[in-house]
């Protein structure tokens, strides 16, 4: 009987532990499969917010690369740590520097047409004033295209940068 009692008591703890391992299981954070996935998903959107972008539909590329922008950064917050003690190759830092390049002297681009296009808008301004309505419609014109190709050139800077996000998140990819 003693030796069913002590089966009994190893059975109970073995139990206790493997409740105690789910249990623990479940409040600890999400594992990598699920970031892997995050991931993806951002990589993805990426890949169509440029695809959008090279079809001409900007507000769609804008969506795309923001909500890929919103899971690169929920990455960020998980892996924090872990991109701080995450070593580059030499390639990937060369890589880092163009994009970072590319980005700022695209968004440098993009602000001076918004420049422009502020000034022909508000030249149209002008001339809708002075009763030159031929003159004023082709100013407003200008100023419409220029507003256009400057949000472009904006989608286009936030690519580059989340490019960058994609390359120092690559580590998740499956």
């Not at 069913?4 to 999400?30: E, H, N």
């Not at 295209?145 to 949000?151: K, W």
């Amino acid at each position: 009987m003693s030796l069913s009692r002590y089966t009994f008591g190893i059975c109970l703890l073995l139990s206790a532990l493997t409740l105690a391992g789910v249990c623990w299981a479940q409040t600890a954070k999400p594992t990598a499969p699920g970031h892997a996935i995050l991931y993806g998903r951002s990589v993805s959107l990426l890949d169509q917010a440029q695809q959008q972008l090279h079809a001409g539909n900007i507000s769609a590329a804008k969506a795309q690369a923001k909500e890929a922008n919103s899971l690169f950064t929920l990455l960020k917050d998980e892996y924090a740590s872990k991109l701080a003690e995450h070593e580059l190759s030499p390639q990937e830092e060369q890589q880092l520097a163009v994009n970072q390049k590319l980005a700022a002297d695209t968004q440098a681009q993009a602000d001076r047409l918004m420049e422009t296009a502020a000034a022909q808008d508000k030249k149209g301004q002008e001339l809708e004033t002075q009763g030159r309505e031929e003159a004023s419609k082709a100013s407003y014109r200008q100023s419409k295209d220029g507003y256009n190709r400057a949000q472009g050139l904006y989608v286009r800077s936030a690519i580059y940068a989340l490019r960058n996000q994609q390359m120092l998140f690559r580590f998740l990819a499956p």
